[in-house]
């Protein structure tokens, strides 16, 4: 989606002020397979926020990416830390499943990108890349003001003004039973693990300006709804970074 292809123009800020994922989530999604995992498909990969989670730990990531900006910094994170990752421009979309060499994989991902994927074909194409017995994780960071009432006043101040609000989907469009209903697909499951962290109110905007529904904006209606949130904001500010994720496996 072309919305999604926004994230190029500042992909160094994005690098810099999304947040991460934690170790938890590698331990959840490799518990969930059957038998080992040794290589996986990262949908969206991005900059690289989740790649360092799964490469980090020794599996081969066949990570695809769009964006050249977005995988230029991909590339080079790999390289620095020495992940064993291969980089394809490509979206989802773009995978032939019976493409020799590509599949099956034991892990298919995605972290705060499966819903820039193609709804009408998006399980499909995951079950088709998959083995039997191998996971599905889907996944994102939904980082937010932890307080309520500051959070309502900034929600006050950009209604109307963003498209779909600042937050966007925590994961997307479906539910777990959306999910437990494709006939492939089994033992699937719903967990949060709650992050809270402080930050500063600079830092925060900083993160805000790296959201599409911000990057969307005119240049000067982005800058002058930025700052006027960051008038709101206390510093430091609280914020939760809680990780919904969404687990799944195909059947054997």
Do not use: N
Not at 114 to 138: C, I, K, N
Not at 241 to 252: T, W
């Amino acid at each position: 989606m072309e919305r999604a292809r926004s994230f190029g123009s500042v992909a160094e800020a994005y690098h810099r002020h999304r947040p991460g994922y934690p170790a938890a989530v590698a331990e959840l999604v490799l518990a969930h397979a059957e038998g080992p995992v040794r290589r996986a498909l990262e949908v969206g990969a991005g900059t690289g926020k989740a790649t360092a989670v799964f490469a980090g730990r020794g599996l081969d990531v066949v990570a695809v990416e769009p964006d050249p900006a977005m995988r230029a910094l991909l590339a080079g994170e790999a390289a620095a830390h020495g992940w064993p990752v291969e980089v394809r421009a490509a979206t989802f979309e773009d995978l032939d499943p019976a493409q020799p060499g590509l599949g099956p994989f034991d892990l298919v991902y995605a972290a705060a990108a499966f819903h820039w994927t193609d709804p009408a074909s998006r399980w499909d194409r995951a079950v088709a890349l998959l083995r039997p017995g191998g996971v599905l994780a889907v996944l994102g960071c939904a980082r937010d003001l932890a307080d309520p009432d500051l959070r309502a006043r900034v929600d006050d101040l950009t209604d109307g003004r963003l498209a779909g609000g600042h937050r966007g989907p925590a994961l997307g469009s479906w539910t777990i039973a959306d999910v437990a209903a494709h006939p492939a697909l089994c033992d699937a499951v719903e967990t949060v693990l709650e992050r809270r962290a402080m930050m500063a109110a600079e830092d925060y905007v900083a993160h805000l300006a790296t959201v599409s529904a911000y990057l969307v904006l005119a240049p000067d209606d982005r800058a002058d709804l930025l700052a006027a949130v960051r008038a709101l904001l206390p510093d430091p500010v609280e914020v939760s970074e809680d990780v919904p994720l969404h687990l799944a496996r195909r059947r054997g």
